[in-house]
């Protein structure tokens, strides 16, 4: 059983900054592309960065890219997205999902970390 647990979300003032954390248990971590998503309220749930399983390459949405930075450690299961600047838009529900057959269709998800940013 593959299990993704995120933490790291809260409130932050607008131009601040907050790192999630996903940490994979039950699973071959590096096996897996991993990716952000979130879902404001009221909204669909958006794609918000991809890795590769070495860590090579990084994809980011239009919406944060320049101010947010994913990243892995293989040797600790864990992927980060270290989120800067940070605007009241970006407040969501952020999940971390692994991509197993990197099809990028991700076929595990975390439960979701509340991040909240006031103006």
């Known amino acids: 059983q593959v299990q993704l647990v995120e933490s790291g979300g809260g409130l932050v003032q607008a131009g601040g900054y907050l790192r999630l954390s996903c940490a994979v248990s039950g699973g071959t971590f590096s096996s897996y592309a991993m990716g952000w998503f979130r879902q404001a309220p009221g909204k669909d749930r958006e794609f918000v960065s991809r890795i590769t399983r070495t860590g090579g390459s990084t994809y980011y949405a239009d919406s944060v890219k320049g101010r947010f930075t994913i990243s892995r450690d293989n040797a600790k299961n864990t992927v980060y997205l270290q989120m800067n600047s940070l605007k009241p838009e970006d407040t969501a529900v952020y999940y971390c999902?692994?991509?197993?057959?990197?099809?990028?269709?991700?076929?595990?998800w975390g439960q979701g970390t509340q991040v909240t940013v006031s103006s």
């Open positions: 999902a692994a991509d197993r057959t990197l099809s990028r269709s991700y076929d595990y």
